[in-house]
């Protein structure tokens, strides 16, 4: 026969551990939405309405004036009112509901663009929503080309982007593509139409430099490359539109290139610093590129003449009392005026010319 | 003669192209204008679809980059004899719907399928230079006539499209096939087009 003392236990054991439970079970997590401005009334899982009832929003009791027996009224929701909503029954603190309450609002229609930066490989396009909603959102994207489903393939970053690869080129048929977004509140869409020429936008020229030319204060040498992301330059060429104006002036000047990646600006502002920027477009189809990253540069110009000689032929004839004032000995000494070897004799000797008659009026 | 692959046959074949370019470009720009004039003077909706229409070669093309100098040659050289015979009858259309009342755009429609023509034959040039030699010109006779002035229209906007987008693609054609190095116009020929 069985000894009766442990089953006992067992059973007062097993009792001990049931009430526990349902004392200390949490109740299923809820979520739910709510549209800015609605009015939410949260009730206390399967609790009377009469029941002895706490709330609390993110552990913060919630004042009694919120509620209407054992419900949670709250009127014209905002943003700020999201939250975990917890009710307890009684003073012994049982939890008896708890939701996440998630305040927002149904997407407005989104902001869809397609472009094609690498023709002739495919396009991508991107999307956002004009306003945030503030809670989750999916996006869907189809895209026809006449009959043809085509796949756009989710770019992992970033996030609101996919791209396409061209099946085809050189069609007349038009794309399709809608972009339909969805949340708990609502649902809504875009749809833009396009033909493969029209979107075909290049990224800005990359690496721009401008440097001065040797010699010629007029002169700016700009030269530039293809974007890296243009996969075939050799048989999809580009032309390149360049801007440039010196900084204090406000008019642009610009010139349209057919080929090749640079150009001698021949007309600059002599000593005057230049900003340059480039554009590139498909030879034959699309539109313009935005502009490149700016470069600055100014022109050569010819260095400060070197004034020592000068200045101790002026400080000799000053050293004098005379009235005798020495003749200008620059243009005999100037640089510029210099030719052949015989100048440098003419200036020494005009200095001591100068240096004699200062010595015989002291 | 020079083999297709001599020096100077490459000096001519790049020529060629350049100046096949050149044609090309000139050909878009007109034909696009020309369009425009068209769609106002006809009373079309310039973003109206149009199906399709029987007899006009289509541009797209799938697996571009994969086609061979001779493939390239050929189908544009189809394609511009079909738009010399489909020009051609627009311009007698509009010669008999309108007359003389618009003189501008049948002089339009007469320069552009010179153009045309022209291209054609700058075709045909490249293709001898490749060995091989035009197909010859048998044609398909005259393109199906369009049932209704409406049609006829609608035709119309459709040939000019659809050639303006082969302008493009010729260029392109024209720029691969002047690539140097091999394949640029010998690889092996699909069957000629009749």
Same mark, same amino acid.
């Given at each position: 026969?069985?000894?009766?003392?442990?089953?006992?236990?067992?059973?007062?054991?097993?009792?001990?551990?049931?009430?526990?439970?349902?004392?200390?079970?949490?109740?299923?997590?809820?979520?739910?939405?709510?549209?800015?401005?609605?009015?939410?009334?949260?009730?206390?899982?399967?609790?009377?309405?009469?029941?002895?009832?706490?709330?609390?929003?993110?552990?913060?009791?919630?004042?009694?004036?919120?509620?209407?027996?054992?419900?949670?009224?709250?009127?014209?929701?905002?943003?700020?009112?999201?939250?975990?909503?917890?009710?307890?029954?009684?003073?012994?603190?049982?939890?008896?509901?708890?939701?996440?309450?998630?305040?927002?609002?149904?997407?407005?229609?989104?902001?869809?663009?397609?472009?094609?930066?690498?023709?002739?490989?495919?396009?991508?396009?991107?999307?956002?929503?004009?306003?945030?909603?503030?809670?989750?959102?999916?996006?869907?994207?189809?895209?026809?080309?006449?009959?043809?489903?085509?796949?756009?393939?989710?770019?992992?970053?970033?996030?609101?982007?996919?791209?396409?690869?061209?099946?085809?080129?050189?069609?007349?048929?038009?794309?399709?593509?809608?972009?339909?977004?969805?949340?708990?509140?609502?649902?809504?869409?875009?749809?833009?139409?396009?033909?493969?020429?029209?979107?075909?936008?290049?990224?800005?020229?990359?690496?721009?430099?401008?440097?001065?030319?040797?010699?010629?204060?007029?002169?700016?040498?700009?030269?530039?490359?293809?974007?890296?992301?243009?996969?075939?330059?050799?048989?999809?060429?580009?032309?390149?539109?360049?801007?440039?104006?010196?900084?204090?002036?406000?008019?642009?000047?610009?010139?349209?290139?057919?080929?090749?990646?640079?150009?001698?600006?021949?007309?600059?502002?002599?000593?005057?610093?230049?900003?340059?920027?480039?554009?590139?477009?498909?030879?034959?189809?699309?539109?313009?590129?935005?502009?490149?990253?700016?470069?600055?540069?100014?022109?050569?110009?010819?260095?400060?003449?070197?004034?020592?000689?000068?200045?101790?032929?002026?400080?000799?004839?000053?050293?004098?009392?005379?009235?005798?004032?020495?003749?200008?000995?620059?243009?005999?000494?100037?640089?510029?005026?210099?030719?052949?070897?015989?100048?440098?004799?003419?200036?020494?000797?005009?200095?001591?010319?100068?240096?004699?008659?200062?010595?015989?009026?002291? | 003669?020079?083999?297709?692959?001599?020096?100077?046959?490459?000096?001519?074949?790049?020529?060629?192209?350049?100046?096949?370019?050149?044609?090309?470009?000139?050909?878009?720009?007109?034909?696009?204008?020309?369009?425009?004039?068209?769609?106002?003077?006809?009373?079309?909706?310039?973003?109206?679809?149009?199906?399709?229409?029987?007899?006009?070669?289509?541009?797209?093309?799938?697996?571009?980059?994969?086609?061979?100098?001779?493939?390239? @040659?050929?189908?544009? +050289? %189809? *394609?511009?004899?079909?738009?010399?015979?489909?020009? #051609?009858?627009? =311009? /007698? $259309?509009?010669?008999?719907?309108?007359?003389?009342?618009?003189?501008? @755009?049948?002089?339009? +429609? %007469? *320069?552009?399928?010179?153009?045309?023509?022209?291209? #054609?034959?700058? =075709? /045909? $040039?490249?293709?001898?230079?490749?060995?091989?030699?035009?197909?010859?010109?048998?044609?398909?006779?005259?393109?199906?006539?369009?049932?209704?002035?409406?049609?006829?229209?609608?035709?119309?906007?459709?040939?000019?499209?659809?050639?303006?987008?082969?302008?493009?693609?010729?260029?392109?054609?024209?720029?691969?096939?002047?690539?140097?190095?091999?394949?640029?116009?010998?690889?092996?020929?699909?069957?000629?087009?009749?």
């Amino acid at each position: 026969m069985a000894n009766p003392v442990p089953s006992a236990c067992c059973m007062v054991l097993a009792a001990v551990v049931v009430v526990y439970a349902q004392r200390h079970s949490q109740p299923d997590s809820h979520t739910q939405f709510e549209r800015v401005g609605a009015d939410v009334t949260m009730k206390c899982g399967s609790m009377d309405w009469d029941a002895a009832v706490t709330w609390t929003v993110n552990g913060t009791d919630i004042d009694e004036s919120h509620l209407n027996g054992s419900y949670l009224i709250l009127k014209n929701v905002d943003l700020s009112q999201s939250g975990q909503y917890s009710c307890y029954e009684g003073s012994a603190w049982h939890l008896k509901y708890q939701t996440t309450l998630k305040v927002g609002t149904p997407p407005r229609e989104p902001v869809l663009m397609c472009r094609s930066n690498n023709y002739p490989k495919g396009f991508y396009c991107s999307w956002h929503l004009p306003t945030p909603t503030y809670i989750p959102n999916i996006f869907n994207i189809s895209v026809i080309h006449g009959t043809k489903e085509m796949v756009c393939e989710k770019d992992a970053v970033p996030k609101n982007r996919c791209h396409i690869r061209y099946l085809q080129l050189f069609s007349t048929v038009k794309y399709k593509v809608t972009l339909t977004v969805t949340n708990a509140l609502g649902k809504n869409y875009t749809t833009v139409t396009f033909d493969e020429f029209a979107i075909v936008k290049p990224d800005p020229p990359e690496s721009v430099v401008a440097k001065p030319v040797p010699n010629n204060p007029r002169r700016l040498e700009v030269s530039w490359q293809n974007p890296s992301s243009w996969p075939d330059p050799e048989s999809f060429p580009l032309k390149f539109f360049l801007r440039y104006r010196p900084l204090i002036l406000d008019q642009w000047q610009h010139v349209e290139l057919s080929d090749g990646t640079s150009h001698t600006i021949t007309d600059a502002y002599a000593g005057k610093e230049y900003i340059i920027q480039v554009a590139a477009k498909d030879n034959d189809i699309g539109t313009w590129s935005d502009w490149s990253v700016a470069v600055h540069a100014t022109p050569w110009t010819e260095e400060p003449k070197h004034l020592t000689t000068e200045a101790q032929i002026t400080e000799t004839t000053s050293a004098s009392t005379s009235s005798f004032m020495a003749p200008p000995t620059t243009k005999i000494c100037d640089k510029g005026a210099v030719v052949g070897s015989g100048a440098v004799a003419v200036c020494w000797t005009a200095g001591l010319v100068v240096a004699a008659y200062s010595a015989l009026f002291i | 003669m020079a083999g297709a692959d001599s020096p100077s046959a490459a000096l001519r074949r790049r020529d060629l192209c350049a100046r096949g370019i050149r044609l090309a470009g000139k050909m878009r720009s007109d034909v696009v204008d020309l369009l425009d004039a068209y769609v106002e003077q006809q009373g079309l909706d310039a973003s109206a679809s149009v199906a399709a229409v029987e007899g006009v070669p289509p541009a797209a093309v799938e697996r571009w980059d994969e086609q061979t100098g001779t493939q390239r @040659l050929l189908e544009n +050289l %189809a *394609a511009y004899r079909a738009f010399r015979g489909l020009l #051609a009858q627009m =311009l /007698e $259309e509009q010669r008999e719907q309108l007359g003389e009342a618009d003189a501008a @755009l049948g002089r339009a +429609l %007469a *320069a552009v399928l010179l153009q045309v023509s022209a291209f #054609a034959y700058h =075709l /045909e $040039e490249l293709l001898r230079l490749e060995s091989r030699g035009p197909p010859t010109d048998e044609g398909d006779g005259p393109p199906p006539q369009p049932q209704s002035v409406f049609e006829q229209k609608l035709r119309g906007l459709g040939v000019l499209r659809e050639l303006a987008q082969w302008a493009v693609r010729s260029a392109r054609d024209l720029r691969q096939l002047a690539k140097p190095g091999p394949g640029a116009g010998s690889a092996p020929s699909p069957a000629e087009s009749p």
